[in-house]
């Protein structure tokens, strides 16, 4: 069984920086893409940012310039370090990967975090 895991979220003033968290856990053998996804209220869940096993990124443009995503391979977990921080970037956020499972021979599935809320807020 896998399982993603979201950290890290938080209430933060306009401008404040928040940084997220998802660890992979189970039975894994290889994570391929990883994303960011987020959910404001009311609203339909939007692809943030997305980063590719071998490193290439690419973002939303409502926060290019702002968000940075990373992965630490060998922790199995993807980061999301969100800087200058706006109201309308308060939402739930969720990680999302494509994985292979150790016991599932070379099908890739895919796996949702639990989400995590964040709040931009004076």
């Known amino acids: 069984q896998v399982q993603l895991v979201e950290s890290g979220g938080g209430l933060v003033q306009p401008g404040e920086s928040l940084k997220l968290s998802c660890a992979a856990s189970?039975?894994?053998?290889?994570?391929?893409?990883m994303y960011w996804y987020r959910q404001a209220p009311g609203k339909q869940r939007e692809l943030v940012a997305t980063?590719?096993?071998?490193?290439?990124?690419n973002y939303a443009d409502s926060v290019k310039g702002r968000f940075t995503i990373s992965r630490d391979n060998a922790k199995n977990t993807v980061y999301l370090q969100m800087n200058s921080l706006k109201p309308e970037d308060t939402a739930v956020y969720y990680c999302?990967?494509?994985?292979?499972?150790?016991?599932?021979?070379?099908?890739?599935?895919?796996?949702w975090g639990q989400g995590t809320p964040v709040t931009v807020s004076s």
């Open positions: 980063i590719t096993s071998s490193g290439s990124t």
């Open positions: 189970g039975s894994i053998f290889s994570i391929n893409a």
């Open positions: 999302n990967a494509d994985i292979i499972g150790a016991n599932t021979g070379p099908y890739e599935y895919e796996y």
